[in-house]
């Protein structure tokens, strides 16, 4: 059974910065063709944060955390990591990585491109 685990949510202040990190369990993180981050807030629907290309180690990420947000991979640690900085509060939601088994010309940017996620770790900006 494949179980993705995010970790590392909190709250912090706007301005701050927060990492997040997505590990897997059942299959390794590098198994699979893409690596995404998804973010979900109360009332809203559930919208891409940024993606990757694990072997290629392309990325690519919504307009309105471009610059601000870094995704990496460590293949040997199985980890996936989502670096945030100059949160605002805008940016607070339930963060959720999600994996992609199939090849993709381009990296996939809609939730329904995913077929395993995790339970998600809550992210706060305060104001």
């Known amino acids: 059974q494949v179980q993705l685990v995010e970790s590392g949510g909190g709250l912090v202040q706007a301005g701050g910065s927060l990492r997040l990190s997505c590990t897997a369990s059942?299959?390794?993180?590098?198994?699979?063709?893409?690596m995404g981050w998804f973010r979900q807030a109360p009332g809203k629907e559930r919208e891409i944060v940024g993606a990757i290309s694990w072997r290629m180690g392309n990325t690519d990420y919504a307009n309105s955390v471009k610059g601000r947000f870094t995704i990496s991979r460590d293949s040997v640690k199985n980890t996936m990591y989502l670096e945030m900085n100059s949160l605002k509060p805008e940016d607070t939601a339930v963060y959720y990585c999600a994996g992609d088994p199939s090849y993709t010309k381009l990296v996939p940017l809609l939730p329904a491109e995913y077929v395993y996620w995790g339970q998600g770790t809550q992210v706060t900006v305060s104001s």
């Open positions: 059942g299959r390794t993180l590098p198994s699979f063709y893409n």
